[in-house]
Structures are given as structure tokens and as C-alpha cells.
């Protein structure tokens, strides 16, 4: 059978999102797209911390009162959190979303005198009590953020839902975090643009995948400049400020979530980012703050 590409856009997590899949024609392949669409939403409608009828959101409000009940989907995606804050030497911290009431990224101000010295003491994924069906932030305040591999976590999902109905070429795009179920139809990779982080309508490369997923963190994604000095939305939850070492860092690797990971680990590791990526195994390209780039396939 000949099947052609066809692109279901849509929009979820506060992104643009699109499944680009190989099917015998436009109605097939939005009926199996939806699927795919139906399972990001459910994994947003379950964990995004601006919906009060989250787990997250739950697990929040009940901070310093009591412990919630996990299923086991949430308890798995905790255990990664705990792994993650291991492997970063403390740096990837699920906790650390809260320092967000502390900066205006839309408003272009820096925080207010005190603003992090009053939240840096609800930061510590340490402090954190949990077991295999439950969850419990003992201080008044604190919260957690699954921001840090949601996303990537969609992405996976949603891959895995395609591969199920028997999707073999495409990919799922999630704002630019991606995982590819195989090659275009006649065996070519797909060609997918580095963006320039200083030049928004520019790459700096293009990497031919077939199969895995490609993240990518920057210092442009979200962010305020202020007396020439930029600011972005990646906090160090050491001292509540943005790291500044990296202007964007991309690796392919197995699942998006592992990408996303490694991508947000390395920029929080600032200068020491280099040698996680190469310890880990992955391929990336990394551009640092003074533009040079680091590249390995």
C-alpha cells in the first residue's frame, strides 16, 4: 500500500505540537493521530501544575498537612525524578519549580530583594518523604514540577501509542522535543534544524534521525535581559538564579525523556555539562555562552 505523510497539528503543555505520519491517506491518519493526541492530553490533565484537579496539584496543596496516594505511573515518574536528582549531583530538583513566583519572565524585572531567599528553604528534593504508593512534602509551601520531563514523558507515550497501531514512519513533536518511529517511507532520515539560539529565524544544523528522540534545552526558550545580561528560565535550585553557561544544548538518545534529561541536566551543570553528556553516552551538539560549539555524534 502507498501511504503519503500527512501532519495533525494541535496545541498542548503550552506548545505547538504536531504527529507527522506515514498513512494510506489524510482521514487514517488523523484517526490514528487522535490517539496519539488523546494521550498527551490525559498525561497533561494529570500532571500539569495549573490544573487544581492535578495529582500534582494535590500533592502540593497538601504540603506540610499529609501525604497524598500515588498510582503507580506517578510513583514511577517520581522514581526517575529521584534518579535524575542523582545523577545531576543535585541540580535536576523537582522541587525547584517553585522559585518560578520569584521571576517575571513576561514582566522583564528581576526578582524582588528577599523573593529567593524566602523560597530557597522550600527547595530540596531531599527533604521529600515518599514510598511506592504515596507522597509527602512536610513543609507548608512547597510543591512539586514535573516541567523538568512531562513534556518528554508525552512524547514517549504518545510514540509508543503509534508503534501499537502499527505506525512505521513518523514522529511526534512536542515543541521541539521529538521521538521518531522510523525513517520517511523510502528509508531517508528526517532532517530536523538546530535553532540558532541568537537568530530565531535561523539554524545552526541540521541531524538526520530515523529512529530515537531529539531534545533540546536553551537560554531562548524563555527569558529577560536586563543591562545586557540574559536571564533564562533554567534555575540553579542552589542559589535560585539562571545558569548562564550554555546557550542551548541538544542530544538524540533513545526516548525523549531521556534526551530532555540529559539536555536539562547539562545546562544546569553549566561548564561541567560537557563531560555528563560524554559519560552518558549520548550524541549532542552544545553551543556555549561565547558561541563555540560542541559537537558529538
Known amino acids: ?81 529521584d534518579a535524575l536528582h542523582d545523577n545531576s549531583e543535585g541540580r535536576f530538583d523537582i522541587t525547584s519549580g517553585v522559585l518560578r513566583k520569584a521571576w517575571d519572565f513576561r514582566g522583564g524585572a528581576l526578582p524582588r530583594p528577599g523573593a529567593l531567599e524566602a523560597l530557597l528553604p522550600l527547595v530540596g528534593w531531599s527533604k521529600v518523604v515518599r514510598d511506592e504508593s504515596s507522597v509527602f512534602l512536610p513543609q507548608l509551601g512547597m510543591e512539586l514540577d514535573f516541567g523538568g520531563f512531562g513534556k518528554e514523558y508525552a512524547v514517549d507515550r504518545a510514540a509508543e501509542l503509534l508503534a501499537v497501531l502499527g505506525v512505521d514512519h513518523g514522529y511526534v513533536n512536542l515543541g521541539g522535543d521529538m521521538r521518531f518511529l522510523g525513517p520517511r517511507p523510502d528509508g531517508k532520515p528526517w532532517d530536523i534544524g538546530i535553532q540558532d539560539p541568537r537568530d530565531m529565524s535561523a539554524t545552526v544544523a541540521s541531524i538526520p534521525i530515523g529512529r530515537g528522540a531529539l531534545a533540546t534545552s536553551g537560554d531562548y526558550e524563555r527569558f529577560i535581559e536586563v543591562d545586557g545580561r540574559r536571564y533564562c528560565h533554567v534555575l540553579d535550585p542552589r542559589s535560585g538564579m539562571p545558569v548562564s553557561y550554555w546557550r542551548s544544548v541538544s542530544v538524540v538518545g533513545p526516548l525523549a525523556i531521556t534526551a530532555g534529561s540529559c539536555t536539562t541536566t547539562a545546562m544546569l551543570l553549566e561548564q561541567d555539562g560537557i563531560d555528563f553528556l560524554d559519560r552518558s553516552g549520548v550524541s549532542y551538539l552544545a553551543i556555549d555562552h561565547e558561541g563555540r560549539i560542541f559537537r558529538r555524534t
Open 1 to 81: 500500500m502507498v501511504e503519503d505523510i500527512y501532519t495533525v497539528s494541535f496545541t498542548a503543555m503550552g506548545s505547538r505540537c504536531e504527529v507527522r505520519i506515514a498513512a494510506a491517506d489524510a482521514a487514517a491518519a488523523r484517526h490514528i493521530a487522535t490517539q496519539a493526541i488523546d494521550e498527551v492530553r490525559r498525561i497533561e490533565q494529570k500532571y500539569s501544575r495549573y490544573r487544581s484537579d492535578s495529582i500534582v496539584s494535590r500533592i502540593n496543596a497538601a504540603a506540610g498537612l499529609g501525604a497524598v496516594d500515588c498510582d503507580g505511573e506517578t510513583a514511577a515518574l517520581l522514581a526517575y525524578a
